[in-house]
């Protein structure tokens, strides 16, 4: 069992207990203010991922190919697959302000079952979308210089790039109604 007290044992009661999405939506903002601060300030983005490496890893990766998706690479061989270790502003704000999310995250998968490991990694990846969804419309990518159109997406190693859109459509249309 966890070590933290009182962990909770699903993914909406930990998201509230550890206010993720708002944590998640203010680190990622933040980020993108220092990257369009940052040596890359001039360099015109094409793609931003939340890169789910492996659950619970999360990357922020960035491609600067315009042309990446009418050549068909899809997702993209992000430019800047860990821009968090690109900018090192970046990496130290989310090593900081996501450490106790990130320790509790970790206890509460050790204690998982394989069913509720599942439903946990459904969860973060559907409050990484809405977290997406936040930024965009909030017009947080316009802290940095971006191509028309700039591409959004949630996505783990070898996930279905396709069906990662659809659910980001699906919660885009869903924060939307």
């Given amino acids: 069992m966890p070590q933290t007290p009182d ?13 993720v999405e708002a944590s998640w939506f203010r680190l990622a903002n933040a ?9 890359f300030k001039d360099q015109a983005f094409s793609a931003f ?10 990357s922020l990766s960035f491609d600067t190919d315009p042309d990446s998706r009418a050549r068909g690479d899809y997702p993209p061989d992000w430019s800047n697959e860990c821009m968090e270790a690109d900018v090192p502003e970046i990496g130290q704000l989310w090593e ?6 990130a320790g509790a995250l970790s206890e509460l998968i050790d204690a998982a079952d394989d ?9 973060y990846l559907h ?7 936040r930024l965009e419309t909030h017009h947080a990518f316009d ?3 971006t191509c028309a159109p700039f591409w959004t ?16 459509e699906q919660v885009r249309q869903g924060l939307l109604a």
């Fill in 127 to 133: 409050s990484l979308r809405k977290t997406m969804v």
């Fill in 7 to 19: 962990l909770p044992l699903d993914w909406h009661a930990f998201e509230a207990a550890y206010d």
């Fill in 96 to 101: 900081e302000g996501h450490a106790r999310i």
């Fill in 143 to 145: 802290q940095i210089k």
């Fill in 115 to 123: 069913e509720l490991l599942d439903t946990l990694e459904e969860g």
């Fill in 153 to 168: 997406v949630v996505t783990q190693v070898d996930a279905d790039t396709e069906e990662e859109e659809r659910l980001l």
């Fill in 31 to 39: 980020s993108l203010a220092l990257l369009g601060a940052s040596p």
């Fill in 49 to 58: 991922a939340f890169n789910a490496v492996s659950f619970p890893s999360l």
